[in-house]
């Protein structure tokens, strides 16, 4: 009987070689999403040297639930009206302390910048997106005031300021020039965004 000739074999050399090409391939061309951030200098901590107490008045509440609503001081609010409702409470100067305010000097509302607070709270279940959108609104009130004043004093922006001091490139002379008047205006109106707990309901 002649002899059967068994299954012919199949190369499998070149297999490892295709799939580290199909690897590579696939690494080159695929694009990775990225989560916006904030971007947020957060200060030294330093026990204060006495209880502070803070004026409810002086307290701007922002809330965010979990379908993606504002409520601004416990009443709904569209997102779009948020920086204006911001910025008149941040310059309403109610004591009359300041100058360059030019709020409706409520007594019911602020009494100054220095002292204004805005207080933002958001449910577990807020959709990211949405409360960047808020941070991002809020943070846009204080550089509109600050350009403002920025403009009047300066004839500059202050985000335009503030981005040529902290960039390290800038030369050492310029960023001393502006380093005083990034400060001033950043007292005239200090920043001062705080996050409440989280709610769960």
């Known amino acids: 009987m002649p002899r059967r000739k068994g299954a012919p074999e199949v190369n499998a050399g070149s297999m490892a070689d295709i799939a580290f090409l199909l690897l ?76 360059y305010c030019k709020g409706k000097k409520d007594p019911a509302s602020s009494d ?10 958001n449910d577990r279940e807020t959709k990211y997106s949405i409360y960047i959108t808020v941070q991002n609104e809020l943070v846009g009130a204080y550089n509109e005031l600050r350009n403002r004043e920025a403009q009047r004093l300066y004839n500059r922006d202050f985000t335009e300021m503030e981005s040529e001091y902290l960039n390290p490139e800038t030369p050492s002379n310029v960023r001393d020039e502006l380093k005083d008047k990034v400060k001033n205006i950043q007292d005239m109106f200090p920043q001062k965004l705080s996050e409440a707990e989280t709610s769960t309901n």
């Open 112 to 121: 100054n910048p220095t002292k204004a607070i805005i207080s933002l709270k």
């Open 24 to 99: 590579i391939f696939f690494l080159v061309t695929t694009t990775i999403e990225t989560d916006a951030g904030l971007d947020r200098m957060l200060p030294p901590m330093e026990p204060p040297d006495e209880d502070v107490i803070i004026k409810q008045k002086n307290i701007f509440t922002v809330n965010i639930n979990k379908n993606g609503q504002l409520l601004v001081e416990d009443d709904l609010m569209n997102l779009k009206d948020l920086r204006t409702a911001a910025i008149s409470f941040l310059e309403n100067g109610a004591d009359g302390s300041c100058s």
